[in-house]
């Protein structure tokens, strides 16, 4: 059984473009969680989906946006890339969002910003 | 604001050493606490977790206690091996959802 799947798994992009960063959960999970890793820290919390509606944010900018779509998978949406953005994202899927659902994560995308 | 601590943020020991990895939060009102091993450049691997009901867990090598009302925890890894050389997480959530906070890592380096 497949696990949690990101994509792209690296990429360059340059200040000021977007970026798309995409996850599938696992078979029959309806979370889906977005992390944020700058080297040498632990993650940080992003964003939180349970059935295609938001049930958490954390402490980031507008420029940070994700939507959750009919079959599960998510895309995390970057706008005017900072060169602090540059991190490993990762994606966690759930069955749901109570604290008795525990978290897979993907491999994570390297995102890198010249 | 729940925070969460690991010290030392590395350490190196000779194998077959066993290790000791501390981890220490700020508020006691977590519903679980998972430790996680990461590879360079790699995601997480979820080695144990403990309910907030729970004084430890174990796996194998592996054994994490838990002392809520003090906001620690602690993984114990015997005879330690090359390959047990990584980055490991503790990382605790509330009962509200599985949102975890995370500390910042210990970085494991065991020289065979």
């Known amino acids: 059984d497949a696990g949690v799947t990101q994509s792209p798994t690296h990429l360059i992009k340059t200040r000021g473009q977007q970026v798309t960063l995409r996850c599938s959960p696992i078979?029959?999970?309806?979370?889906v969680s977005w992390y944020q890793q700058v080297l040498g820290q632990g993650p940080q919390f992003i964003f939180q989906?349970?059935?295609?509606?938001?049930?958490g944010r954390g402490n980031f900018p507008d420029r940070f946006s994700a939507r959750q779509f009919p079959n599960y998978s998510s895309e995390l949406n970057v706008n005017a890339l900072l060169l602090g953005d540059s991190a490993l994202y990762l994606c966690?899927?759930?069955?749901?969002?109570?604290?008795?659902?525990?978290?897979?994560f993907g491999a994570g995308s390297r995102l890198t910003v010249l | 604001k729940q925070e969460v601590t690991q010290i030392p943020a590395a350490l190196s020991v000779p194998e077959g050493e066993n290790l000791v990895l501390n981890c220490s939060f700020t508020?006691?009102?977590?519903?679980?606490l998972q430790w996680f091993r990461q590879d360079p450049g790699k995601g997480l691997t979820s080695l144990l977790l403990?309910?907030?009901?729970?004084r430890e867990q174990t796996s194998g090598r592996l054994n994490a206690s838990l002392d809520k009302s003090s906001g620690r925890s602690t993984l114990y890894i015997a005879a330690s091996q090359p390959g047990d050389s990584a980055t490991y997480l503790c990382?605790?959530?509330?009962?509200?959802?599985?949102?975890?906070?995370f500390g910042g890592g210990t970085r494991v380096l065991v020289k065979p």
């Open positions: 966690a899927s759930s069955l749901g969002p109570s604290g008795a659902n525990v978290l897979t």
């Open positions: 078979s029959g999970h309806k979370s």
């Open positions: 989906y349970y059935e295609k509606e938001e049930r």
């Open positions: 508020d006691s009102a977590i519903y679980n």
């Open positions: 403990i309910q907030s009901s729970q």
């Open positions: 990382a605790v959530s509330k009962a509200a959802g599985n949102k975890l906070t």
